[in-house]
C-alpha cells in the first residue's frame, strides 16, 4: 500500500512539475512577444512622427551605376556538397576570384558557415553558364527572377519614400519594364542585362557538415556591362539638368581587376572623383559599400570616393573590411555575423576619425573634400547611425527606426509587422564602446532608440560633436529574402532625412 501511496504522490508531483514548466514557458513567451509588441508600438510612433507638410517637394535623388537581373535560388538545394573539395578551409582561407567548381565550393563554405554576405566574381563564362543553365532546367520550379544590383533597388526603394529619382544605368527593355516609368533613365538600352546568381540560405540551413548560424546570401557574377561604369557618361549628363539634392554611389564593387587593361580602371574610377568631386556643396552624396575583395580596389576607393562622401553605408561585414583597410591596409572577409554593438560603435568611431582626420590634413590643398558626416551600419540585431552635430542630416532616430523596420519587412517580406515572426537579439542594455567603464544604453518603452551625443577627437586640434542612434532590429524568424535588404534598408533610412 505504502508504496503505491508513494507512487501516486510521486506522479502527481511530476504532473505538477511538468503543469508548472508549461505555465513558466508560457510566461516567457508572452513576456518575449510584450517585449517585441512594445519596441514595434515605440519603433511605429518614431516613424510616423516625421509629418511633412502637403506641399513638401518631393527631394531629388540621383543613384549611380548600373543594373542587373537577379536569378535566386536556394544554396544548399543547388550546390552538391563535395567533400574532397570543402576539406581543409581554415580561418585564413582566401579565394578572389572562382575560376572551378573547386573554388566555388570552397568560398561557398566558408562563407555559409560564418553566415557572411559575401559577393564573387567567375571570370570563368563557361561555367557562369553552364551554372545557369543547370538552374534553368533542373530547379526551374524553385527559381525566381528579380531585378538586381544596387543602384536600381535602392531607386525603387527612394521612389517608394516618395523621392523623384534619377537612375544611372544600362538596361535591357525587359528589365526596364520592371522599373516604376517614373524613375528616370540615364544610360542607353542594351539587349541583355548581365545576371547575378543569388545562392540563398536561412538560418539552420544545412549543407554537409555545416550549418548557416543566419540567413544570408552568396552571390556569383560574371558581369559584362556593369563593370566598366558604361552609364556614367550619360548620367553626368543628366545630373547638370536633374539638379538632385543626394547623389548616390554604389555598384563599383562589379570593377574587377581581371575586366581591364592597365591603368583603364583607374581611369575609370578618377572619372568618378570627377563627377562626385564637381557637384555644389548643397548636394548630399552618399556612398553605399559593399563587398570588395581586392584591396588594390579598395585603395582607390579610399583615393577617389571616400574623400569626396558626406555618408557611406554598409553592413557588420563591410564596417570591419574597411576599418582594417583604412587602419591596418589590409583585408577581411569574414568576420563575426552577430557584433555586439559596443564594438560596431567603436569601429565606426575608428573609421569616422580616420576619414575626418584626412579631411582636416588636406583641405587647405583641395578645397573640394568633404567631411564625412554620417555613417549608417546596418546589421541583423540593430541600425546605428552616427551624424556629425549641426550637419545637414536630422531626424536621425527616424532614420534609424525606419531603417529597422525596413529590414525586418523586407526580410519577412510584409507590410505588417507581425510579432510573433520578430524575435530580439539584443538585451535590454548596451554599452556603447568596449572600453572599460563605458557608459550603458537602454531601450526604454518611452524610448526605443536610444540617441545620445559625444566628442570624437579627430587630431590633437580637433574635436567633434557627433549624434548616434541605435535601433532595434525585431529580427524576421523566418527569412524569406535577404539579397537587396541592405539596398532597401540604407535607402528607407537616406529617405528620412531629406
Ligand atoms: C527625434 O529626435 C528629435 C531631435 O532630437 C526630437 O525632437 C524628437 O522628439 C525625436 N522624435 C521621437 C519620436 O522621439
Ligand atoms: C548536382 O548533381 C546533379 C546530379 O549529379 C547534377 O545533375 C547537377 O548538375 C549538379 N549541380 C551542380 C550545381 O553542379
Ligand atoms: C532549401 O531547401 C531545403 C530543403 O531541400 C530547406 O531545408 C531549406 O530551408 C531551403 N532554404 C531556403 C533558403 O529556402
Ligand atoms: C533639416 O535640416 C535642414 C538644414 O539644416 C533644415 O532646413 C530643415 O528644416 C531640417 N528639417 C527638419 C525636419 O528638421
Ligand atoms: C519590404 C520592402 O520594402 N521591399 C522593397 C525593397 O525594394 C524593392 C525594390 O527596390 C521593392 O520591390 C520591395 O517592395
Not at 21 to 49: C, D, M, P, R, Y
Not at 168 to 195: V, Y
Not at 400 to 406: D, G, M
Not at 482 to 488: C, E, F, P
Request: net charge neutral.
Amino acid at each position: 500500500m505504502g508504496l503505491i501511496k508513494y507512487m501516486s504522490l510521486l506522479t502527481t508531483c511530476s504532473v505538477f512539475a511538468v503543469l508548472i514548466s508549461i505555465i513558466w514557458q508560457a510566461f516567457i513567451s508572452l513576456k518575449k512577444i510584450n517585449k517585441v509588441i512594445t519596441l514595434l508600438t515605440g519603433l511605429l510612433a518614431i516613424e510616423s512622427s516625421l509629418k511633412r507638410p502637403q506641399d513638401y517637394p518631393r527631394p531629388k535623388v540621383a543613384i549611380g551605376y548600373g543594373a542587373c537581373t537577379d536569378l535566386l535560388i536556394n544554396a544548399t538545394d543547388f550546390l552538391n556538397y563535395t567533400e574532397k573539395y570543402v576539406q581543409d578551409i581554415g580561418p585564413e582561407f582566401t579565394v578572389d576570384e572562382i575560376n572551378n567548381e573547386k573554388e566555388l565550393l570552397q568560398t561557398f563554405a566558408y562563407y555559409f558557415q560564418n553566415g557572411a554576405a559575401a559577393e564573387r566574381i567567375m571570370p570563368n563564362t563557361e561555367l557562369f553558364r553552364k551554372l545557369i543553365n543547370i538552374a534553368k532546367t533542373r530547379h526551374r520550379n524553385q527559381i525566381q527572377w528579380f531585378i538586381g544590383g544596387n543602384a536600381p533597388l535602392m531607386g525603387i526603394r527612394f521612389f517608394m519614400e516618395g523621392a523623384d529619382v534619377l537612375l544611372g544605368a544600362r538596361l535591357s527593355h525587359k528589365l526596364r519594364r520592371l522599373i516604376p516609368e517614373e524613375i528616370k533613365i540615364a544610360g542607353e538600352e542594351i539587349d541583355e542585362d548581365d545576371i547575378h546568381i543569388i545562392l540563398e540560405y536561412k538560418s539552420g540551413d544545412n549543407w554537409g557538415p555545416f550549418t548557416a548560424p543566419r540567413a544570408n546570401r552568396y552571390i556569383i557574377h560574371n558581369d559584362k556591362n556593369n563593370p566598366h561604369l558604361n552609364s556614367l557618361e550619360h548620367f553626368e549628363e543628366a545630373l547638370k539638368e536633374f539638379q538632385p539634392k543626394l547623389v548616390v554611389i554604389s555598384g563599383l564593387q562589379m570593377m574587377d581587376s581581371y575586366q581591364f587593361e592597365e591603368g583603364v580602371r583607374e581611369a575609370r574610377l578618377y572619372k568618378v572623383q570627377q563627377q562626385i568631386s564637381r557637384q555644389p556643396p548643397t548636394v548630399l552624396q552618399h556612398f553605399e559599400m559593399a563587398s570588395y575583395v581586392e584591396i588594390e580596389l579598395l585603395q582607390m576607393l579610399r583615393k577617389n570616393v571616400l574623400p569626396y562622401v558626406d555618408s557611406i553605408g554598409m553592413n557588420e561585414q563591410e564596417l570591419d573590411n574597411l576599418r582594417q583597410v583604412l587602419e591596418f591596409d589590409r583585408i577581411t572577409l569574414a568576420s563575426d555575423w552577430n557584433p555586439r554593438i559596443a564594438s560596431t560603435l567603436d569601429h565606426m568611431r575608428e573609421v569616422f576619425k580616420i576619414l575626418a582626420n584626412n579631411y582636416y590634413e588636406n583641405i587647405k590643398r583641395n578645397g573640394r573634400l568633404r567631411l564625412l558626416t554620417r555613417i549608417h551600419v546596418h546589421t541583423l540585431a540593430y541600425q546605428a547611425i552616427l551624424v556629425v552635430k549641426d550637419s545637414q542630416w536630422n531626424n536621425t532616430n527616424v532614420s534609424a527606426a525606419k531603417a529597422a523596420l525596413t529590414a525586418h519587412r523586407y526580410v519577412c517580406q510584409t507590410n505588417m509587422v507581425n510579432p510573433e515572426s520578430a524575435s530580439l537579439l539584443l538585451d535590454d542594455s548596451f554599452a556603447i564602446s568596449a572600453t572599460k567603464n563605458a557608459e550603458r544604453k537602454t531601450f526604454s518603452t518611452q524610448n526605443p532608440v536610444p540617441c545620445w551625443k559625444e566628442f570624437i577627437e579627430v587630431n590633437a586640434q580637433k574635436s567633434i560633436e557627433i549624434e548616434i542612434c541605435i535601433a532595434p532590429v525585431l529580427v524576421c524568424r523566418v527569412a524569406k529574402k535577404t539579397a537587396g535588404a541592405g539596398d532597401n534598408i540604407s535607402a528607407a533610412g537616406l529617405s528620412q532625412h531629406l
